[in-house]
Each structure stands twice: as structure tokens, then as C-alpha cells.
């Protein structure tokens, strides 16, 4: 069965730093999502990506973030300067382009944590 | 922001009987619903969903209900089995992002 897979699992970074967090979504999928969860939160929306282009975002997805999905297979999130609030498990998301299909598949997070 | 709720944090069931967990939602602009199953250090695994324009929709042991005049669904599971116990988070969909609630950790007694 297809799945979205995610590297690293877990990442460490000093404070300042930029990081990138990689994924892969499901081959046919086109639509694409970055969420977080922060400990012992809810998981939270941070950003969805569709036809090369910011679709939505949320107001923690400020400037320090970006996305990209510079080939056909990889999708990436970078932080630019990281901060100690930034510790949190990522999830990359991907959905099937099919109409009335809204089924969001999750791959199994990476976690982050900036020292 | 507390548009989708989950008030129950913790639900213990007894192998075999029925599970029911509960989620309200406050924004009437949502028009999908999802229920997610997550086990620690993994992603949410989806398990089922419901458009708004249903009332119920069930898959297998699964099915879940949708009361959209009290803004309220449910998730029943049916026989549970040891292999459920988890975290249940549901979810709502209005355009592209997913709403989640603060889950609901199910434990079933063998």
C-alpha cells in the first residue's frame, strides 16, 4: 500500500539554524500539506501546496517558513532560523486529486528539536 | 481556537462491547468530517469520514454519525478489539486544511 514516508525522524538543531524536513508524498497524490504537533497539543494546519503554489496557510506559517517541491517526488519544508518553540513532531500530508476525495494521508512525522 | 472538540480525554471499553467516541464542532462552514487513529511516534492513520450531507456512514467495525443541527459526530466501534486502543482525533475540513481536536486516548480491557 502506498504511503507518504518522511526523513529525517528525528532532527536536532541549535536555536538560529536552518533545518529542511523532507517528504514524499504518495505518487499520485497532487495536493500537499505541512502540520505540526507541539507537545501534549493538538495537531495544528500549517500550510497546503498545490499546482507549485501556497494554497492556504496559517498564521504560524509566518516568513521563517517556506515550501517547495523542487522535483517531481520530494516536498519540503525549511525553517530558516529556528527557534525553541519550533520543537515539534512535522507531518507531511498528501491528498488524492479526485474529486469529492478529502481523505488527507499522513506520513509518520518527523521530530524536531531545537537546543 | 476551539472549532472541533473532543471532551472526553480518556474512554476505557471492555474487549467486544461498542466504543463511542464523541467530537462537537462550533463552525458550521465545515462540510467533511474525518476520523484519524494515531499510536505514539506515528502519524494519524485515517479510518473513516462523512460528508455533510450524510448522516451516517460506516465502514466494516466502523461507523460514524453525523448530527449536523447540534454540530455533533460520533465514532462507534463495534466489537473493539485490543488492537484499537489508541488516540482518536476527528477532524474537519472546510477547504484545504484539516481542523483537529485534542483526541481522545481509547483503551480496551481485555
Known amino acids: 500500500e502506498p504511503e507518504v514516508t518522511q526523513t529525517p525522524s528525528h532532527q536536532v538543531t541549535q536555536m538560529g539554524q536552518e533545518v529542511i524536513l523532507r517528504c514524499v508524498p504518495i505518487?499520485?497524490?497532487?495536493?500537499f500539506y505541512w502540520y505540526r504537533q507541539i507537545l501534549g497539543q493538538k495537531v495544528e494546519f500549517l500550510v497546503s501546496?498545490?499546482?507549485?503554489?501556497?494554497?492556504?496557510k496559517s498564521e504560524i506559517f509566518d516568513d521563517q517558513f517556506s515550501v517547495e517541491r523542487p522535483d517531481g517526488s520530494n516536498f519540503t519544508l525549511k525553517i530558516r532560523s529556528t527557534k525553541l518553540e519550533d520543537s515539534a513532531m512535522y507531518f507531511c500530508?498528501?491528498?488524492?486529486?479526485?474529486?469529492?476525495?478529502?481523505?488527507?494521508?499522513f506520513g509518520p512525522g518527523t521530530r524536531l528539536t531545537v537546543t | 481556537d476551539q472549532q472541533v472538540k473532543q471532551n472526553s480525554p480518556s474512554l476505557s471499553v471492555q474487549e467486544g462491547r461498542i466504543s463511542i467516541l464523541n467530537c462537537d464542532y462550533t463552525?458550521?462552514?465545515?462540510?467533511?468530517f474525518l476520523w484519524y487513529k494515531k499510536y505514539p511516534a506515528e502519524g494519524p492513520t485515517f479510518l473513516i469520514s462523512?460528508?455533510?450531507?450524510?448522516d451516517k456512514n460506516e465502514d466494516g467495525r466502523f461507523t460514524v454519525f453525523l448530527n449536523k443541527s447540534a454540530k455533533h459526530l460520533s465514532l462507534h466501534i463495534v466489537p473493539s478489539q485490543p488492537g484499537d486502543s489508541a488516540v482518536y482525533f476527528c477532524?474537519?475540513?472546510?477547504?484545504?486544511?484539516?481542523?483537529f481536536g485534542t483526541g481522545t486516548r481509547l483503551t480496551i480491557i481485555p
Open positions: 500530508a498528501s491528498r488524492d486529486p479526485g474529486q469529492d476525495i478529502y481523505e488527507q494521508y
Open positions: 505518487s499520485n497524490h497532487l495536493y
Open positions: 501546496f498545490y499546482n507549485n503554489e501556497i494554497s492556504e
Open positions: 463552525n458550521s462552514m465545515f462540510d467533511y
Open positions: 462523512i460528508s455533510s450531507i450524510k
Open positions: 477532524a474537519a475540513s472546510g477547504y484545504e486544511k484539516l481542523t
